[in-house]
């Protein structure tokens, strides 16, 4: 069965530190994968998404991610990092069952100054 | 611009009394999703309509329904809350049911007394 793992359930980083949040899909197929953020009581935002080409795709807000199939994984990446990135953060992965997503647990980021 | 429209942001209803939350679009798109999302958890699929033809996913509880009388509105009505029902309810659309990229409107959140 399709499923995504998102193994850091909380992180916090420093203002200007650079990030890595994790993300594990495990899919028969090409996934369609997908970034998506949010902020309290706010509905979800993309950042980002991969359906093919090249490996390393570019969002809004300075993120990006890096898709490698050998690792099953689609981490996001961010080079520095500003106190309004304190959000949640959900891994995504559409399944052939006509556009829906499977999302990962989350990974609540908090900015320390 | 186009957007996702969810009414109320918060909602209060009683023990077993009905309630029903509103989304709205102007996206024109063809599919639309209801989520339920709890605190610090993913979202989780409640049902989606394609166009017209409606899709209840297997675990979604009898007392959750939903209409969609025309393509830029869909209600999501709970004929008898329960204290479990609170949560979050998320409305996402996307273009087509080929199409894996949803578009999240603010969310409503549902409180029970």
């Known amino acids: 069965a399709q499923s995504v793992t998102q193994p850091d359930i909380h992180i916090t980083v420093s203002e200007g530190a650079s990030l890595e949040l994790r993300c594990n899909y495990s899919?028969?197929?090409?996934?369609?994968l997908f970034w998506y953020v949010q902020s309290p009581g706010q509905g979800l935002q993309l950042l980002l998404k991969?359906?093919?080409?090249?490996?390393l795709v570019q969002g809004i807000k300075g993120f990006e991610a890096e898709f490698k199939r050998s690792q099953s994984s689609f981490n996001l990446r961010k080079p520095s990092v500003h106190w309004s990135d304190a959000a949640e953060y959900f891994c995504?992965?559409?399944?052939?069952?006509?556009?829906?997503?499977?999302f990962g647990q989350g990974t609540e980021l908090s900015v320390k100054p | 611009d186009a957007m996702v429209i969810q009414n109320p942001r918060y909602q209060v209803t009683q023990f077993g009394k009905p309630v029903t939350l509103s989304c709205s679009q102007t996206?024109?798109?063809?599919?639309m999703y209801w989520y339920q999302q709890k605190s610090s958890q993913a979202p989780k699929l409640l049902f989606h309509?394609?166009?017209?033809?409606?899709?209840n996913e297997a675990d979604t509880p009898d007392n959750f329904q939903s209409r969609r009388p025309n393509t830029s509105f869909c209600f999501l009505d709970i004929r008898s809350p329960g204290l479990g029902d609170a949560a979050m309810y998320l409305c996402?659309?996307?273009?087509?049911?080929?199409?894996?990229?949803?578009?999240f409107g603010p969310g409503t959140r549902l409180t029970v007394t």
């Open positions: 996402a659309t996307s273009r087509s049911s080929s199409s894996y990229e949803q578009y």
């Open positions: 899919y028969g197929a090409t996934p369609y």
């Open positions: 991969y359906f093919s080409g090249d490996t």
């Open positions: 995504a992965v559409g399944y052939n069952q006509g556009g829906k997503l499977i």
């Open positions: 996206l024109n798109h063809n599919v």
């Open positions: 309509y394609y166009d017209k033809d409606f899709n």
